[in-house]
């Protein structure tokens, strides 16, 4: 489905008007001290892992309708990401969720992602759902529950998870613990924090010391009084208690109304703790809507952070997980993701354009307006020849969702899988 | 299950407490000249109507964690209101939800109610979901879509509904339109409106000259962009355009953060708008909780209103229809329903014991540390003997919950209707 | 300060980048079919009107840093305007706030309005202070007081203003009503609102037939509990009620966290009652920043709204009034309406770029990624130069902020009103 | 004003009334094993710290209404809590704020503290705001100021602040920094953390071994785009870089919007790191309103985290200071510190009323609703006998605004003071 040929030969009505693009806007760099290859080079490198989960059509408590063509197995999964990865050379590898992911032939798996060209990134554990014939109930929490075999029945998922990660070359176990209460009174606050830092220390200790646990945080969902993991501070609690190897995964769609997320991302990157994200798109809650589509300039200002913290000499290198979590009720979901990506990429040129230089003056001086202005250029910059260049070079599609389109892969993916084929997810 | 003799049995027990506890608060209220016995009268008369949906657990997009006999036919769910009803005799009936709720025997039905001293109080569309074998997909909206088939399919389920309220006696039709966008641009923000309000008015023909139709509002989700009818000036102006029978129907978790809700109630009585109420506990969005459990001075702030606008003879009379609507992950459904008709009486008991008059007096001269003295001596009033009393008048428990546990219910609801059984609902 | 030969001067070396960037950007829209210079033409005819109160440097209630040569009179103001309008061709109006600026000489003032090509757009009351030797204090409110002395001082000074304005020209008169309570009981809710309707009837008497009353919303602050008009539902009940001539004012800041702003501004145009804007920059309530500098994609979406509405044949013409509303702390105040208003025209002439043509098919049809990338593609494209071409017809600076600065203009103030200067404002 | 005869006199018409309701309430605690002496005395040893710049009427940046009577020196603000205390028994100290509270005679100031039966709890920094005659401004903030000079400027001050402190017993030094910024890219965030945190080290080696430092944070106010002090988590991780002695400030307003506060109480509680409370009412933002006026149950549920930890044998014992951080400005500013002592009695006296061996053992058999209802059972009981009697044991009030009222103090204020006198404050 949609080869390398099939892409460039799509590309082609695209091409005149991509070069005029690209052309004015390497010119009006250059003019400005900056070399429009060099960004693109960049663009090229970054890339973000797609979970497997939100290949399928997602869902509300109220309802979902599915658009036919999901995936019905792990292996049709990476099919479609290395689809995605083919057209914009940006998604070159797969979060796993367990127990949705399971492999059932490692060997081939492997083989299957090699030829794809596709790694592993991270295993997701999942204990805010019973899963069928599991012994005990996360119904009053799993990693935090009062009884000491649930919790048990956790780790040990957990450490499943870390296993499978181990044989597919996972570097990153991300845990996001759904657990905490509805009502007050419900759970003691303080004991169930002290549980989970317990179980985490078991998941912990099972890792290899090249893997790296990821803790999520949410202030809300699926509960609705407390959270036993709310906000960065817990997370960054946990992280300490931990051990090095913790680190703080941040998800756009995990905070309260006006929180200033960018400054959350310095916080993390100043105390060496910033471990992934989990991108998505934001109005009012854990919304899973795509990357970008509603608040642009958060997401750019996040970027700014990250490049930021990324030229700083004073800080250690530290790898950051990029990664999308979403999903997608009304959109076909592979466009989403072209989408989600194209953002994320557009923000990311964006704040590698931001003269830092000029900033760091501006800001030492307390110029307000000057600072401010600096960043607004970066980000009214129009960038997108950027990113379609950075595709191009990788060999993919100048504008993904449009050579999605016209290689009619959706009704193909339809016809093959059927109309009714359900994806596991959300 | 729990006959009367066996509530007056388990009363026992808790009667010499009740007595002590009343005796205190009767002679307590007669020293600032307030009758118990007459607030007594009033919250006997009170009743808040049990949503059929809310009769199983529920869950969220994450998880459900059913606990075994729900009801597994409308049949089963009357039984459990008349349970309800029993225990607390402030239930007296029932919200049904098409098309879970259609009733296959209508006189056998109605049979069922008179039986059971119930009646059913609305009838509830839905167009949030797909129906099975329904020839349009609610995907893209039902009575704002942009196809006509699909809103004639919207509406001729709506006034199905209605013809339903009308052979079971129903005075309520209630429409929650969950139509929105995710997407900025998604949808023409004011056509759908418009479109909307040609639905609307379809239906309100359909209806006879005693039905009122509710039009609840609700700022997000299941769309996390835009919804159709997101505030209360929304569903007003649409009440306007379609006549005095329209009237606006506020739930109470369906707000943005802070909003103050009494004053909305306040606003809607002035309008002579307000229609009724959906009850549930909000702490970050529509958490559907049980009512009371979070925001229990809001609760009483707007009982306050309700019964500042009943007293005041200026207003025109107009019916408020009090009703549940909740969905219960980790509890009882059923306690938690004796639990959320408990704080609403509760409230309810409270607002009647403000002294008008006084507070009247403190307003008109600004003597603001009194007027909010005289609220907050109401509210702290212990009139949880006066609630208690009512029930026992009523013939139920002096408190359902416990006799509830004591009686064993779900236990034996379990053992009927099995471990497995499951409701319709969210 | 400042006259067009030296604007002209300060332009020279800002014109080959600009040619080379207005030149690329003719042809890309030329290749959509979109004409520049047509899009040009409408943002020079697009003015913003400027707050006289954001002329001097703001405060919050922590402190306030004033910066020097703050306009010390009315006339200084006028001076201040011109020389912004001079700069961006933009502001050819002043917003008035009595009794801050009540005109000493009127002729004399329309002589000085006539020479330096500006108007008066509004006049704005201020009853949420006390001035000096008023007879009744507003501490518990205005137009709502319960004592009808003070509802008459209140009235009879909105009449005032109202008087002023005629004899000035404005053809708006703006109330911003900040009465409320900060206490539960403290008002009661219903008979506040109702003296605050009838006061407002007797200020819409006095306006003459081309006077339009704004009745501006806010949820909260300066009162803490409730606010007698805190939502959009309630400014539009209230114009209903006086008629035709009154109209809703949104100000950016004034809604609470996460409201759908673009959607009210649809709202208000399809009931042929949006009156006009307060546009500034708000990340968590009335911050009052500069407008654009938190959510500049919002700020896109309410253009979209605004230019789709104009361009609707069924809707009734309707002018719309774009006024500021800001107060600045840490930035030089004209800087900063250089920046708002920079930020205004940039959210419009993207929103002129929407093919609203391809728009409707995908809305029509439910092409969910369709419909955003089309918005998406406006928001994306750098305008910038359409905007600075505009300023450069109109007689303007191609970067209004960057010339102010060049020609020193804030040290020349400084100079002749002094370092101490105080505006008056918040 | 005021001695303790007349307020003994008039306690009299209220004594028999009280006698009627504590006695009951003494007989129903009685039947589920509880003392109510017991819980009286634990009121009575309850003390409250009222600051200094709360005695006189606040205001907004819209406006104050002052009412006459306020305090015109650090004697007459010793005065008016001396008299707070004379009626409650529960304020015995007061916060001071320097360089409002500037002790001119440091021997007399002791000489009339020990006189009155009043310590110095602590002392308050401001670096918000600048003074007359400060060299350098705090415009672009104090201890995170890029600035040298303006940082050593604002330790100094600090500093000073520690030496009155050591001067008049204050074992707390309280830092609410201000500092932030106003758009993105004014400020870098990661350098102005590192900057805070060092002025910060240079203030606590100021400090004497026995005084803890409190580090307050907030999310935004006075600046709207970022905060260097914004949340829990960089309060905490600060305090980590210090040591010991320093401590999170917990005010509850200064949290984002529907914050689940008592959560981080526990939390801080559990990592030894609560240092004290700024108690006020909130509904919006920082609204700095009467305690408990808005949210009472989620006060309750904050001293239900406070008592449970006091009785954890498993943490540290470690003091947590109690103060109010308010500002008045409709009320009397003394009747709202009554108040507002009134009500954080009234939470901690009904969270001494959970059953809490009960309560762990609903907990841990996720036993939900029984858990619920016994915090709810707390709450719900009218504790406001209790809070009196200890009142009346005190020597104090039995009801302190009504015997205030009754004593007629404000006008007898306005006679020594004059109508005119103006504290300082906000």
Not at 95 to 118: C, F, K, N, T, Y
Not at 340 to 346: M, T
Request: proline share 4%; net charge negative; aromatic share 8%.
């Amino acid at each position: 489905m949609l080869t390398d040929q099939q892409i460039q030969d799509l590309n082609q009505p695209l091409l005149d008007d991509h070069q005029f693009r690209y052309q004015f806007l390497t010119e009006l760099l250059a003019r400005r001290g900056v070399e429009a290859p060099d960004v693109v080079q960049q663009l090229v490198a970054f890339q973000v892992a797609i979970p497997s989960w939100a290949l399928g059509t997602g869902g509300t408590r109220f309802g979902r309708y599915p658009l036919g063509g999901e995936p019905r197995s792990l292996e049709e999964k990476i099919q479609d990401v290395a689809l995605l990865n083919r057209l914009n050379g940006s998604s070159n590898s797969i979060s796993l969720h367990i127990p949705w992911d399971i492999p059932q032939d490692v060997p081939a798996l492997q083989q299957q992602l090699r030829e794809s060209g596709l790694t592993i990134d991270s295993m997701n554990s999942n204990t805010f759902q019973d899963q069928k014939n599991q012994p005990y109930s996360y119904k009053f929490g799993s990693l935090s529950n009062t009884e000491t075999a649930v919790r048990q029945q956790a780790i040990q998922h957990n450490i499943e998870c870390v296993e499978y990660g181990k044989q597919l070359g996972a570097k990153i176990h991300t845990v996001w613990l759904a657990d905490g209460s509805n009502f007050p009174g419900q759970q003691h606050l303080r004991r169930a924090y002290q549980r989970t830092a317990e179980s985490l220390a078991s998941i912990y200790e099972a890792m290899p010391s090249d893997m790296t646990m990821l803790i999520e945080y949410k202030p809300y969902e699926p509960h609705f009084y407390s959270t036993v993991i709310p906000d960065w501070g817990t997370s960054y609690s946990l992280c300490q208690y931990l051990g090095q190897q913790a680190q703080v995964l941040v998800d756009l769609g995990h905070h309260l109304p006006n929180t200033n997320i960018e400054q959350i991302v310095g916080r993390l990157k100043h105390f060496g703790r910033l471990g992934g994200f989990h991108f998505n798109g934001s109005m009012y809650g854990d919304d899973d809507l795509t990357t970008g589509s509603t608040k642009p300039f958060q997401l750019f200002l996040i970027f700014n952070e990250l490049v930021d913290a990324a030229q700083d000499q004073t800080l250690a290198e530290a790898a950051v997980a990029y990664m999308i979590d979403a999903s997608h009720n009304t959109k076909d979901p592979l466009e989403d993701l072209l989408q989600s990506v194209e953002s994320i990429l557009g923000a990311y040129a964006k704040a590698l354009l931001v003269d830092r230089a000029a900033l760091h003056e501006a800001q030492e001086s307390n110029d307000v307006v000057r600072a401010e202005e600096l960043l607004r250029d970066a980000f009214l910059t129009d960038v997108r020849p950027l990113v379609a260049e950075a595709y191009r070079q990788a060999g993919g599609a100048l504008s993904p969702v449009a050579v999605y389109r016209a290689g009619q892969v959706r009704e193909q993916l339809i016809q093959q899988r059927g109309k009714l084929s359900l994806s596991t997810g959300l």
